[in-house]
RNA sequence: GCUCCAGUGGCGGAAUCGGUAGACGCGUUGGACUUAAAAUCCAAUUGGGCGAAUAACUCAGUGCCAGUUCAAGUCUGGCCUGGAGCACCA
């Protein structure tokens, strides 16, 4: 065996191997419990990052160990392949978005498989191939058949640089996720996928994922806000038959209504208006049009409006008071109409002030019982001013006010989400075309499915500013009606790219399949995915759309789960000199030129060494570099020893049983190292527990001049064990070990180690001698030892004994097998 | 403002149940080997006190302040700081 280590040779040599060997096929049929590892598939950018090689090695290792263990592991790979990027590069470059993508993807499978990945890649699933959107044309038009897909005119999120609308989801702190500029609102009929049917199922069901972490699901919930309240319907004065209707969440404040507003966009605001108030009012709303989002959600603006000159009654105490208009009133929630309490809510409080509108107490604050001057009370407390209600706690006053308005037919219990429906059109082309088209007769008419895919246009202009390209083809956008045959114009309009990452994870599960999506059968049996990995920047976006997707396609008969994702693990960014890696900042690091300089072992081993998983991970040239050594060390203990270790041997009932140090090493490693990993894949210990059992190794060894037979049983025992806990991680160093030392089959295929228990643990205890909980002592004792012999010991101890002479012994706790605090005064 | 997460040496981090704080590594310092360098190996490395130094001893110490307990990094209450998400959502 070579005495240095050669990773480059090793790891090509071996990843041609498992190629041609097929090493990592996956089969359907196995007696084997199935176990499906994934991680979140990569948009084909260029290259990969070193978040890229974070993600995949922790998938790959987690697959690997569960395969040793006995599991018939599914671990597929993928490109999330249609989006902007491919298509902005095609303008740049005068290429094609194809071509672009295609090279993409090429490089980025060169380097999947330089890191020594584990992929089934028969399996592999491109969303930007008609083999695939096909399946997602045809799931959208299941989705329309029932009513879940539809189109609306509405106020929709518009980016002016990437010239196309975006779902709320997408809009980051008013900016655009994608290229960061301002987003601004536009009014465009624009298809939708209904998720809000699914918003408390979507909620509910968060309680179901218990191996999600809570800052996920709490993101989730957040997101899709639920509150509970009632509506009240409030008459017009000055209009004979007309209501205004509002959502509020706190009925029990109703009699402490002082004004009315509606948002600028308010539908019927032109009628609400009167004459002498119109032009103050159109100009005040001509000028909220003109503000962006961020402008007009800035909580630091003071508050603007004018009032409307209408007036409404209520119902609950016969007051009259004004409507307004405001633009802290939001027309796309609720009713787009608030009733304004200003003595019990901030908002309405700062707005009254300014603009001079009364403020009714309603909800006594015990520390200041009848006025409001300084601030909302917005805490609990008893009703006054409320006619009936009185004296009241407004808990019980919010159930009771609304089931009088219930009774009395001018308001009703209201459950209300934050959450909107997801807007799926996008004006590009790098994307699956929506299989729609319009005939002048028939209307909307779905594309036939025997027709499917809507195949993308070739003969585009990626010139064409202003547009999307794919309307400058002329093949495409003319056709014929499906249903009346008559001339009729195709939509224009591709699918958001996230309508084709809601599915990928269940079409590898039969990713051939050219009759449909995916056979039942093959989908309940691989699924719901068992462990998932990826950036916790989806914690909302493509992780709450798979879920709708699932709840969807299970309504549609498709599939038969409800939660896709039985576990996730989100994984920290990786950092540079304390800051996220960027192409911007500088601090990016080529995962070519570490697997070039160290190979891809150390690469994988560097990666999971320093901190959990779930943490942020700083990259450190020194801990590269120490990852390596490390491994050159592994490998010179191998090779140096590797005359004297034999694969067959079998250790001798009296080494097991007499206490041989490195065999109780091995047993403790084997033990530590299997539970780091099935408690949420600690590798950074799992590492650390690699290099303690390599220096316990080394130590042993070199106490050693000349080797007995015994010995070099423990030894092969010892650095078998070795390679093969290191093998998930090391895939290539271990293979090659492993081979040098005569196995003729893969370090892969050999089973997941066991522990002796009795084994597992020093051979003898250390006892810790505390006084009144102060480390005093440290004394060496047999296992077994009764708590009245350790008791003794300990008191005898001649440290122990001088501490505590002359002075009163209170309390002795004895904790078996560890240690013995003495209380004394 | 609301919600969630985190805070431990010079640094990354470790510590199933409340039971030896600082595993393992990085860095640093000293040494061995070498003509020299690289590589490798060995040793020290929380702070303070006493010490020429070593050893021994001793006090303090896991963001801050209290509490529970024989015993708190870990549990409880109240803060502080940082990060993330949401946010005029009525």
Redesign the pocket.
């Given at each position: 065996m070579k005495e240095s280590y050669f990773p480059q040779e090793i790891e090509k040599k071996w990843q041609k191997v498992w190629e041609e060997t097929g090493a990592f096929k996956t089969t359907n049929d196995s007696n084997k419990p199935k176990y499906y590892a994934l991680s979140m598939f990569p948009y084909p950018s260029g290259k990969l990052h070193m978040g890229h090689v974070r993600n995949y090695t922790i998938t790959d290792v987690i697959a690997r160990f569960k395969k040793a263990q006995g599991y018939n592991v599914l671990h597929p790979m993928g490109w999330d392949s249609f989006g902007l990027p491919a298509e902005n590069a095609a303008m740049k470059h005068g290429a094609n978005p194809e071509t672009w993508t295609d090279e993409n993807i090429a490089y980025m499978t060169k380097q999947l498989k330089m890191l020594g990945l584990s992929y089934d890649w028969d399996r592999e699933v491109t969303t930007c191939k008609p083999d695939y959107y096909k399946w997602t044309q045809w799931l959208f038009l299941q989705l329309y058949k029932k009513g879940l897909a539809y189109k609306k005119e509405a106020a929709v999120n518009w980016c002016e640089e990437c010239g196309t609308v975006l779902a709320n989801e997408q809009v980051?702190?008013g900016k655009c996720w994608r290229c960061d500029s301002i987003v601004e609102k536009k009014y465009l009929s624009q298809w939708f996928l209904k998720i809000t049917d699914y918003a408390d199922i979507l909620l509910e069901d968060l309680n179901k994922l218990t191996g999600w972490g809570?800052?996920v699901k709490?993101?989730q919930a957040?997101?899709i806000?639920k509150?509970h309240?009632a509506i009240f319907k409030f008459k017009v004065k000055e209009i004979e038959g007309m209501e205004v209707p509002v959502?509020?969440?706190?009925p029990d404040t109703v009699h402490g209504i002082t004004y009315l507003v509606v948002?600028p966009e308010y539908r019927d605001i032109e009628k609400l208006t009167t004459a002498e108030n119109k032009s103050a009012v159109e100009s005040y709303r001509a000028n909220a049009r003109k503000m962006t989002e961020i402008e007009?959600?800035s909580?630091e603006?003071t508050?603007t409006g004018v009032p409307l000159g209408t007036h409404c009654i209520n119902p609950f105490n016969g007051e009259e008071f004004p409507l307004w208009t405001a633009?802290?009133?939001?027309v796309e929630?609720?009713t787009?109409a608030?009733m304004a309490v200003p003595a019990h809510?901030t908002?309405d409080f700062d707005f009254a002030k300014k603009y001079n509108l009364p403020i009714k107490v309603v909800i006594q604050n015990p520390n200041n019982p009848s006025e409001c001057k300084e601030a909302a009370y917005t805490e609990p407390g008893i009703l006054i001013n409320s006619n009936g209600f009185n004296g009241m706690n407004n808990e019980e006053a919010k159930q009771a006010i609304t089931e009088k308005a219930v009774k009395e037919g001018f308001g009703e219990f209201k459950t209300?989400y934050?959450l909107r429906d997801w807007l799926i059109s996008r004006q590009r082309y790098w994307g699956a075309p929506i299989p729609i088209v319009y005939c002048e007769k028939c209307g909307i008419v779905p594309v036939d499915e025997k027709d499917l895919p809507v195949l993308l246009p070739k003969d585009v202009d990626f010139s064409v500013v202003g547009k999307s390209p794919i309307t400058t083809s002329k093949t495409f956008i003319e056709t014929t009606c499906p249903h009346c045959g008559g001339p009729a114009r195709r939509e224009t309009d591709t699918m958001d790219t996230f309508m084709c990452s809601s599915w990928y994870y269940l079409r590898y599960s039969d990713a051939k399949n050219t009759t449909k999506p995916f056979e039942r059968e093959l989908v309940n049996k691989w699924l719901p995915v068992d462990q998932y990995v990826g950036g916790?920047e989806h914690a909302?976006l493509h992780l709450l759309y798979s879920r709708f997707f699932t709840k969807a396609l299970r309504d549609l008969g498709l599939l038969d789960f409800d939660e896709p994702f039985k576990n996730l693990l989100t994984q920290g960014m990786v950092l540079k000199d304390g800051s996220k890696m960027s192409k911007s900042k500088g601090n990016t690091v080529d995962p070519d030129e570490i697997f070039e300089n160290y190979g891809a072992d150390t690469a994988r081993l560097f990666i999971l060494s320093?901190?959990?998983p779930a943490?942020?991970f700083?990259w450190?040239d020194?801990?590269v570099?120490?990852c390596y050594?490390f491994l050159?060390?592994v490998w010179r203990l191998i090779a140096t020893n590797a005359e004297d270790i034999s694969l067959d041997f079998e250790l001798p009932e009296q080494l097991t049983k007499e206490n041989d140090d490195l065999v109780r090493v091995v047993n403790i490693a084997i033990k530590g190292i299997t539970?780091d990993i099935a408690?949420d894949f600690?590798f950074?210990?799992v590492i650390?527990k690699y290099?303690?059992l390599t220096?316990a190794i080394?130590d042993w060894r070199n106490k050693k001049s000349e080797l007995k037979n015994e010995d070099k049983l423990v030894l092969s025992f010892a650095i078998t064990s070795l390679i093969k806990l290191m093998s998930p991680v090391a895939v290539h160093l271990t293979e090659e070990a492993w081979h040098e030392l005569g196995a003729k089959t893969s370090i892969h295929d050999e089973a997941w180690l066991t522990w002796d228990e009795n084994l597992a643990k020093a051979s003898s205890i250390?006892l810790?001698v505390?006084i009144?909980?102060k480390?005093k002592d440290?004394l060496e004792v047999d296992e077994g030892l009764s708590q009245e012999e350790l008791q003794k010991i300990a008191t005898e101890s001649p440290k122990i004994k001088e501490l505590i002479s002359g002075h009163e012994i209170v309390?002795i706790?004895v904790?078996p097998k560890?240690?013995v605090?003495i209380?004394i005064k």
């Open positions: 980051i702190d809570d800052n709490t993101m957040n997101w806000g509150s309240g959502y509020t969440t706190r948002a007009r959600l909580t603006r508050k633009d802290y009133a939001l929630y609720g787009g608030v809510d908002r209300q934050r916790i909302i320093d901190s959990p943490r942020d700083d450190s020194a801990g570099e120490g050594k050159n060390r539970n408690n600690q950074n210990t650390s290099r303690e220096n080394y250390t810790v505390q009144n909980g480390l440290k309390k706790i904790v560890k240690l605090n209380v």
